[in-house]
């Protein structure tokens, strides 16, 4: 017995009904047909606005340029989430980043970093990026 004396399974099958309902409304919304489901998806996706390649490489070339100066070690460019030709990107911005932050500080090596992922992965994009071969 549940509690005040009602069944579990009654209680439970009462719930079916309801689970039925959202469930069928769920699959119901989603399956759409027709021009109508047609705009529901162009709608969702010119709100969406995409990230420019060059930028997405600028990020990801910047983080790891700043773990890898600052564990002084380089790790596996795939673990890194980074192509052959970011990854010679980052190694070109950490030997930079390195001797700037001797020469200088670390925050003018940080601008560095900033400057020179931005500067190597828009003249890699520039000239085609990864499409250029396999693993690039």
Do not use: F
Request: net charge negative; with cysteine.
């Amino acid at each position: 017995m549940g509690t005040g004396g009602t069944p579990r399974a009654a209680v439970a099958l009462g719930l079916v009904p309801a689970l039925a309902l959202l469930t069928g409304t769920l699959i119901t919304g989603c399956g759409k047909s027709g021009s109508e489901g047609t705009a529901t998806a162009s709608t969702t996706s010119a709100s969406a606005s995409a990230t420019p390649p060059e930028d997405l490489c600028t990020r990801l070339v910047a983080h790891w340029s700043r773990e890898v100066l600052d564990d002084n070690t380089y790790g596996d460019y795939q673990s890194m989430g980074l192509s052959n030709g970011q990854y010679e990107i980052l190694r070109h911005v950490v030997d930079a980043a390195r001797t700037e932050r001797k020469r200088q500080n670390p925050t003018a090596a940080e601008e560095l970093i900033d400057r020179e992922a931005r500067k190597g992965c828009a003249a890699w994009y520039r000239t085609g990026g990864p499409a250029d071969g396999p693993w690039q």
